[in-house]
């Protein structure tokens, strides 16, 4: 069955941070090209970041310098580092996969992160 599961979401005050994980099951992460996107409410759903099957990475504009996309494939777990997270962050950041080689695309539940004081 194929899924991915996201955790490691929560509360923070402004200027903290939190390290995401999405746990892939199912299909091997080394194939795919992953994605973290972000919904806030009354907004678009936002990409975060993007780490290519060979490692090579991307980030918005707005998180760049803050944020840190990696995965493990040994693991099949893609992770999302966040420092110096404000209150803009605050959204339900979801985990996506995209297949380099069909056109499997598979997305996660997703984890609320709220930044807040």
């Known amino acids: 069955q194929v899924q991915l599961v996201e955790s490691g979401g929560g509360l923070v005050q402004p200027g903290g941070s939190l390290r995401l994980s999405c746990a892939a099951s199912?299909?091997?992460?080394?194939?795919?090209?992953m994605n973290w996107y972000r919904q806030a409410p009354g907004k678009q759903r936002e990409l975060v970041a993007f780490i290519s099957f060979g490692g090579s990475t991307n980030y918005a504009d707005s998180v760049k310098g803050r944020f840190t996309i990696s995965r493990d494939n040994a693991k099949n777990t893609v992770y999302l580092s966040m420092n110096s997270l404000k209150p803009e962050d605050t959204a339900v950041y979801h985990c996506?996969?995209?297949?380099?080689?069909?056109?499997?695309?598979?997305w996660g539940q997703g984890t609320q992160v709220t930044v807040s004081s």
């Open positions: 199912g299909f091997p992460i080394s194939n795919y090209g």
């Open positions: 996506n996969a995209r297949s380099i080689y069909t056109n499997a695309d598979y």
